[in-house]
């Protein structure tokens, strides 16, 4: 899962096209219907519409229904049991809507076979059902789904560039895993800049891949547009999950003990990006290793060290010790059939990660890092609205970019309208504010990075209220 940053820079890629069939891209309409839900019900992740004028035609039509039992139930689950996030998309992609009338639960998953949707008890999966019947009617959610079409098309039309960039060979040829899974990409709007890795087994052996894309934007001209040099990466991103996920979970005792002690290091980093545990940084180090090693086999001007690096500062410090292995594997397939042979080499290369070391040298770098000032402080009231400068000054020369995550608060992201660098040490950031709002925002200082090559420290949060 993506959370929203505004980082710009990217690694630019040559992108080809692969002579082979693509994987399907399409809307689906549970997919939109419960994301349309968690969206009435307020919750921050699902109002991050990057396309203002679906954004506004979905509150224009459905803002009367924000009462409905449902949209209350949905308040209630993201409160007391953390429903969020891929959960919501998840519990869609196991509905079915019969005849256009009834959604019900789709019979063809194992039960028990999907860590995102069973994040769902079952007393909750079903409570929920009767109340989405009935918005799903009362709104006439099937008559409004159709009119945007047209809409869906061209957003579809526009992924399918991104899509035929994808190598989809390559999964089964690096993972080694023959065949039996089912793959499909399901694009929303509504989720916004974020996106899901979502899979789940089937009863008849095999796996359903469905990962669920946002990060759709308007260009200039007013048409939909995937950035490739983010996109691209997100979409293999996204399918290593269900690679990778699998294989940690199958040989997480024999690396756990060590996983446990290195995540300790940069908790407080990676629970800010939303990777909360041992279990979600493994996941993702495995991920973005994996990526790293699609990324330098199709596109040989691509600096490994460089993507090896951006991860780290990441906070996922085992990166390189896991793209090392995964070179080992690729040079010795003989002796490795498969990824599910090696995970011991890999669980054997977690355990023997020098921790001791990384923390005296991180020490050490941490020295040469920037120190910053921002010129809001947190918990500041009475700010005053409409278009407001935040300044960030620097104590050494820094590379020009920007990157902004969200407070932890669950306030509101101030509506970003630009920023600018006078000079090397100082950075403006432009919001426009409205009157009596919280907001928040957190500054990535690891993201930021200095013109020695070193980057800004610790992140740190600020939350302040306007004014009347």
């Not at 993506?2 to 689906?28: E, G, M, N, R, Y």
């Not at 020009?400 to 970003?416: D, M, T, V, W």
Request: hydrophobic share 35%; net charge neutral.
């Amino acid at each position: 899962m993506k959370k929203l940053t505004v980082i710009f820079c990217s690694i630019l890629l040559s992108l080809s096209s692969f002579a082979q069939s693509t994987i399907p891209a399409h809307f689906d309409e549970c997919v939109e219907l419960m994301s349309t839900v968690w969206r009435l019900s307020g919750a921050r992740e699902y109002n991050l519409c990057k396309v203002p004028k679906y954004a506004q035609e979905v509150d224009d039509y459905f803002s009367p229904f924000k009462e409905h039992p449902v949209v209350e139930l949905a308040r209630r689950y993201q409160h007391d049991a953390g429903i969020a996030y891929d959960a919501v998309v998840a519990y869609a992609l196991h509905l079915n809507v019969i005849d256009d009338a009834e959604i019900m639960f789709d019979d063809k998953f194992l039960k028990g076979g999907d860590d995102s949707f069973d994040r769902w008890s079952d007393e909750q999966k079903k409570d929920f059902l009767k109340p989405l019947n009935d918005f799903y009617h009362t709104t006439n959610f099937h008559e409004w789904y159709l009119k945007q079409q047209e809409l869906f098309n061209d957003v579809e039309r526009a992924f399918s560039d991104i899509n035929k960039k994808v190598d989809y060979d390559w999964f089964k040829k690096f993972y080694g895993m023959e065949g039996g899974s089912q793959f499909r990409i399901v694009l929303s709007l509504l989720v916004g800049p974020n996106n899901y890795g979502c899979s789940a087994k089937l009863k008849n052996g095999s796996d359903m891949l469905s990962p669920v894309i946002g990060c759709c934007e308007l260009a200039e001209n007013g048409d939909f547009y995937y950035e490739p040099n983010s996109v691209l990466p997100i979409v293999i991103h996204e399918f290593c999950h269900h690679y990778c996920n699998s294989l940690n979970a199958k040989y997480w005792s024999k690396m756990s003990q060590s996983a446990e002690k290195i995540f300790k290091v940069k908790a407080e980093q990676l629970t800010q990006s939303a990777y909360g545990n041992a279990m979600i940084m493994m996941n993702e180090t495995f991920v973005r290793a994996s990526v790293i090693r699609y990324m330098t086999a199709h596109y040989p001007q691509v600096h490994e060290n460089a993507l090896v690096k951006e991860e780290e500062k990441n906070g996922f410090i085992l990166t390189r010790t896991l793209c090392e292995a995964l070179k080992q594997y690729e040079q010795q397939r003989g002796s490795y059939a498969t990824m599910a042979d090696f995970m011991p080499t890999i669980a054997k290369a977690v355990n023997d990660f020098d921790l001791k070391n990384y923390i005296k040298e991180e020490k050490k770098a941490a020295k040469l890092d920037a120190t910053y000032k921002v010129s809001i402080k947190n918990g500041a009231k009475n700010i005053p609205s409409g278009t407001y400068t935040v300044i960030i000054k620097f104590s050494k020369p820094m590379v020009e970019g920007i990157s902004l995550n969200p407070s932890s608060s669950g306030a509101e992201f101030p509506k970003f309208q630009g920023y600018s660098w006078p000079n090397d040490k100082t950075l403006e950031v432009r919001f426009l504010l409205k009157p009596s709002t919280q907001y928040g925002f957190t500054v990535l200082g690891s993201f930021f990075k200095t013109k020695d090559g070193h980057n800004a420290g610790k992140n740190k949060e600020i939350n302040f209220s306007t004014g009347k």
